[in-house]
């Protein structure tokens, strides 16, 4: 059984004040023994204070990026080790809006995965296909590829310390999901090669769906056999909202 990972993509919202209101509000929802793993993914101001905020909590706290390499002239950039520093555990690895309006490539997106594992973090690696892809039959075909550049190379002895999340690139902050079955058929094909690469090690990879994710659509992703959580950016502003979609995944 792979246990559940819901993950709240905040991108560029929260002041520390709100960032503060929310999580007083989601310790009174999340029990001691949560059977689902969380992790809030606020922007690099809030993680220390998310930290503080939910020592002791079963609650992970993930960065949406970070650079690679340990120090350098990244003027506007934070590192992992940085990251690391402030609390998070895990860190979000080539999201669309990264490759898209960052110009992050492939080969970047690789180098993050591979360094964040150096440092002990979960990567989340997002994959995904724009709707020119998916109309034109190549969705697969995109993803295989981002999938292999990223993790072709890379040794794996633990599931636990990597997670890939498809996010149809169409369906993010669009408010327009893909349908469960379209989520299942891309998350079993991501199995696939993850068992073709990894053997058993790969069958126990966590693999998420993202994508206009909210409380009355969560059930119909998170029921799907080769969907293990949901990478949740707009529904998880709410911590209502996210607790919500995070049971969705418990049944
Ligand atoms: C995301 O940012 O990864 C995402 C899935 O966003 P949304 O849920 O708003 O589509």
């Known amino acids: 059984m792979r246990r559940p990972i819901v993950a709240a993509n905040w991108k560029m919202h929260k ?3 709100e960032a503060d209101t ?8 999340v029990p001691e023994v949560p059977e689902v793993d969380l992790v809030i993914c606020p922007p690099y101001t809030a993680l220390h204070a998310a930290q ?17 390499e340990r120090e350098g002239a990244f003027t506007g950039e934070i590192s992992l080790a940085q990251v690391k520093e ?5 860190v979000i690895c080539g999201h669309s809006e990264r490759r898209a309006l960052f110009g992050e490539d492939d080969q970047l997106v690789a180098r993050k995965v591979w360094s964040s ?4 973090l979960v990567p989340i690696l997002c994959v995904g296909e724009t709707l020119e892809q998916r109309e034109s039959g190549n969705a697969w075909s995109v993803v ?7 993790l072709g190379e890379l040794e794996l002895s633990d599931p636990a310390s990597l997670v890939v999340a498809y996010e149809p690139i169409w369906a993010i902050g669009t408010g327009v999901s893909a349908q469960p079955t379209d989520a299942q058929e891309m998350a079993a094909r991501a199995r696939r090669w993850l ?12 693999v998420q769906y993202g994508g206009s994710v909210n409380r009355d659509n969560a059930a119909s992703f998170l029921g799907c056999d080769d969907v293990d959580g949901a990478l949740v950016g707009g529904a998880s502003l709410d911590p209502d909202n996210f607790w919500k979609i995070a049971q969705a995944a418990v049944g």
Do not use: D, K, N, W
């Not at 929310?22 to 929802?29: C, G, I, N, P, V």
């Not at 905020?53 to 690679?68: H, K, M």
């Not at 295989?144 to 990223?150: L, P, S, V």
């Not at 068992?195 to 966590?206: H, W």
């Open 15 to 17: 002041t520390l004040g």
């Open 144 to 150: 295989e590829g981002q999938i292999a550049a990223a």
């Open 86 to 90: 402030l609390g998070a555990t895990h």
């Open 22 to 29: 929310y999580f007083r509000r989601l310790m009174t929802l």
């Open 117 to 120: 594992m150096e440092h002990g």
């Open 195 to 206: 068992v073709a690469r990894f053997g058993t090690i790969g069958q126990q990879v966590r």
């Open 52 to 68: 503080r905020a939910l020592a002791g909590r079963p609650i992970y706290l993930g960065a949406q990026s970070a650079r690679p």
